[in-house]
C-alpha cells in the first residue's frame, strides 16, 4: 500500500480482485482495511476462491447485497464504467459465474449505454498456458465471452488469481492479470511453483476512450517464499 500511495496519490478508485484474504476470517479483512487506511472508502471489492462473502460484507460496507449472495460493484469514472462480477464458488480453486452474475452483468452493460467499459474478475477467463493453475481457472467462460462479443464497448478484461502477469484476450477483448501482493508463480508450469519476483500491484489509467496499463513491482523487497 505504501508503494501504490508512492505511485499514485489521489486514485479514483482501488480495485480489489482477490484474493482478498486466505484463511477466511473476519480478522483477514479487519487486517485489510487497516492496512487500506483513509483509501478504504475508494476500495472496489470482489472476493477470489479464498473468501468469504458474508464476512467480507461484515467488515466493508461499500460490498452491496446481503451474507453469501455473489457480489459485484459498478463505478462510474466518467465516461468510463468499471464493472466487477463475482466467480467464487464456496470450496473450490476453479471460478464461475452464476446465472445471477451474468444477468447481472448483461443489465450492467446495458445500462452503460456503450460507454467505454472495463470488466474485473477473480479468475482468469482462458487459458494461460500453466496447466496446473488453467485446472482452476473460469470454468464457464463461454457465456461471458458470448457476451463480450455483443459488447464492443468493454475494452479490457482483468484479474488476479494466477500470481503471474499475463495479457491475453478473450472474444478479441485484451485481458490483463495482475501480479500478487505477496507470493508469485512460475508463468508457466506443469505444478505449483513459486516465482522469485517480487510482490506488485497493476496501475491502470483512463483516457479518453482508451486506457494504458502497466505493472509496478516492489523491487527493494524480494519475496523469497520458505519452503514450510
Ligand atoms: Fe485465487
Request: proline fraction near 8%; aromatic fraction near 8%; glycine fraction near 8%.
Amino acid at each position: 500500500m505504501q508503494r501504490a500511495r508512492e505511485e499514485i496519490s489521489d486514485p479514483a478508485c482501488i480495485v480489489l480482485t482477490g484474493d482478498l484474504s486466505h484463511e477466511e476470517t473476519v480478522a483477514g479483512y479487519e487486517l485489510l482495511k487497516t492496512h487500506l487506511g483513509d483509501w478504504t472508502d475508494r476500495a472496489l471489492l470482489i472476493p477470489g476462491n479464498h473468501d468469504d462473502r458474508a464476512k467480507l460484507r461484515q467488515v466493508f460496507d461499500q460490498v452491496p447485497g446481503e451474507l453469501a449472495e455473489p457480489i459485484w460493484f459498478r463505478r462510474e469514472c466518467a465516461p468510463w464504467v468499471l464493472l466487477g462480477i463475482d466467480s467464487h464458488v464456496p470450496g473450490q480453486g476453479y471460478g464461475e459465474l452464476s446465472d445471477q452474475s451474468l444477468e447481472r452483468l448483461s443489465q450492467d452493460l446495458a445500462k452503460g449505454a456503450n460507454r467505454p467499459t472495463l470488466i474485473f474478475l477473480h479468475h482468469h477467463p482462458s487459458p494461460v498456458g500453466s496447466r496446473w493453475v488453467d485446472a482452476i481457472g473460469l470454468r464457464n467462460a463461454e457465456p461471458f465471452a458470448k457476451l463480450l462479443a455483443r459488447h464492443p464497448e468493454v475494452r479490457g478484461v482483468f484479474c488476479g488469481h494466477i500470481h503471474h502477469v499475463f495479457e491475453g484476450t478473450i472474444a478479441d477483448v485484451p485481458f490483463h492479470s495482475a501480479p500478487s501482493a505477496a507470493i508469485q508463480f512460475l508463468p508457466v508450469s506443469e505444478t505449483m511453483q513459486f516465482d522469485l519476483q517480487p510482490p506488485g500491484f497493476r496501475v491502470i489509467e483512463l483516457l479518453d476512450g482508451k486506457f494504458a496499463t502497466r505493472v509496478v513491482r516492489l523491487d527493494h523487497l524480494p519475496f523469497t517464499p520458505r519452503d514450510e
